[in-house]
């Protein structure tokens, strides 16, 4: 893979030798945030201290390599949420000093903040190049998270899926399926936005359909309510036709996929993996013939034309119908029937009592500790259940409630003001940001919505992907390039 070197030139001039190899140095420092986000995703969602430290690593690599050709200047000052970022970890480990607590959870949200800083300050010195070969790799990356989910369920791999109400959802290498969700979203909200400007790239047709198809494994809920606040983002931002169109194919093949993946997901009987392979490869094959159908009557070349394409994107509809049909009536031959029943029963509704529980004990803890909290990582969440037993949850599985629990009205103040930050920072970026920005904003909607309904912000390689994206799309600082370094007084040039 080659490594991109252009940037933003100044004036029309072109960068000389010692521009051209700090660009080159950028350029590094991009792949190893790539390399971040993938030891993160691949690792567990960067969950434990172990990957943690390798991630962590990573990324302050790429941004002592970027602070060494490029410093920071007054604009990163001004357009980087460091300010709010730094003002609420301050008070994280202040929470933590006045409750007389150990500072290790205080240090932990401190070091992700700094992380999603420097994510930002190394992604928006990127050349376009590097920031097409970041987004490429990214996509790959979130393939392969798709793919291990899948394969999860379709072979009870324990260490990829989960098994919970009596069925198996993919979870993936994040080992927890609404983590995965998280994640395989957004990479599908830009993949989408990509498509919207390339309509016809089959290969990014595929990729999306496999994001889809991997995220619709996890039968996350949250995971479907976010993609569809990142649909409607999109279709404001992009065009609600434009979006439609080319987000057909891709839907159309990840419920083909999905509804050959279900009869697999009844723990109470075996897997189909078969079954589930064909339904796979049928509903790609169905997400192109719909891609190249949508794709071709949007040419507007005449009656003759737009004839063929319109019986060509008939036929493959009529193709999809009778996929579905087909993989239907197997699965039912082979009592699959049952198997959607009770994914249906378990995952086709918003009832989840012991969340909404915990979300009230965590309401209950702010209650009690109004200002600061019960502190940094030293939330509990108990409650007494139906039976009179005690009832405990780690986390509020809604991260804007788990900070209020933790760091009290200060904090969740604090909060707001960092994602207003964070927000006005994208909104800016629209004059000059290319194709990305669209998918961008929906992805990060999307993920916002998706972090009031889970811990997500615990597995710090979810939170590094999405701040990933929104680094791309982010204008360089008003210099455009690298500043050419000064020559020392005492070198001497040679005649």
Known sequence: MAVGTRHVTVSGTDPGPEQTR??????????LLLMATAVGLLGQGAYYGPVQ????????????????????TGDDLRALPLLPAAALAAWAVLDAVLLGQPAAGAAGMALLLAGVVAVLFVGRRLGQEDREVLLLGVTGVGLVVALTGWLGVALRVGSLAWEGDGIWRASATLTYPNAAAAVLVPLALVGLARLAREPR??????????LLTGAAATMSRAGAVALVAGLVVLAALAGPGRVLRVAAGPCAG????????????LAADQPRPLLAAAGLAAGLALAVMVAVAVAGSGTGRGPALQARVGTRLGLALLAGVVLLGGL???????????????????????????????????????ADHPLGGAGPGHTQLRWEGPDGGTRFFKYAHNEYVQVAADLGLVGLALLAVLLAWLARLLWRARATAAWPWPG?????????????????????????????????????????????????PDRKEAP
Not at 22 to 31: C, I, K, N, P, R
Not at 54 to 69: E, M, N, Q, R
Not at 332 to 361: D, I
Not at 451 to 479: I, R
């Open 22 to 31: 700090a660009g080159e140095v950028v350029s590094w420092a991009g792949l």
């Open 53 to 72: 430290r390798v991630v962590g690593l990573l990324v302050a690599a790429a941004t002592l390599l970027t602070l060494v050709v490029w410093p920071p």
């Open 201 to 210: 790239s089959l290969p990014m047709v595929v990729a999306v359909t496999g």
């Open 254 to 265: 990840a419920l083909v996929a999905l509804a050959a993946l279900v009869p697999s997901m």
């Open 328 to 366: 239907g009536t197997v699965a039912v031959l082979g009592g699959g029937s049952e198997a959607y029943r009770a994914v249906a029963g378990a995952r086709a509704n918003l009832a989840s009592p012991e969340r909404t529980e915990a979300v009230g004990a965590a309401v209950g803890v702010l």
């Open 440 to 488: 961008v904003v929906a992805a990060c909607c999307a993920f916002a919505v998706h972090s009031g309904f889970d811990f997500v912000w615990h597995l710090p390689a979810v939170v590094l992907t999405v701040a990933l994206l929104a680094g791309v799309v982010l204008p360089p600082p008003p210099a455009g390039r690298p500043p050419i370094p000064r020559t020392s």
